[in-house]
């Protein structure tokens, strides 16, 4: 499993460093989140939420709420959930319900 995350870091930061693409940029911040790299994990979802378009923007928001939560910026927390509509997934639904 470590040998397919890393190599699929080496790709995805490939394909970052020529084409700026927001959804690359959200597979590579989720896998930073797994290996628990907050900065790098930070920098990506951000990237994919700020460039993304809104269906986007909605997928990264769990993600980021978590490395906001891990990073102890609660108040970023409050603020990223409050973005979420609806969400299908329970888990996220009740996450949210607490945050608000």
């Known amino acids: 499993e470590d040998f397919l995350i ?3 870091l080496k ?9 700026d693409d927001p ?3 959200l597979i590579a ?4 989140l797994r290996l628990k790299d907050l900065t790098k ?5 951000e990237r ?5 378009d809104e269906s986007l923007k909605k997928r990264c928001i769990p993600y980021l709420s978590e490395v ?7 108040q970023k927390v409050k603020e990223i959930l409050s973005e979420l509509p609806f969400s299908i997934h329970p888990t996220v639904h009740f996450i949210k319900r ?3």
Request: net charge neutral; glycine share 6%; no cysteine.
């Open 6 to 8: 890393e190599e699929a």
């Open 11 to 19: 790709y995805l930061m490939v394909a970052i460093s020529t084409l």
């Open 23 to 25: 959804h690359t940029h």
């Open 29 to 32: 911040g989720r896998i930073f």
């Open 41 to 45: 994990a930070k920098f990506h979802l």
């Open 48 to 52: 994919a939420y700020f460039t993304g």
């Open 68 to 74: 906001y939560f891990l990073s102890k910026e609660f």
């Open 98 to 100: 607490v945050w608000m």
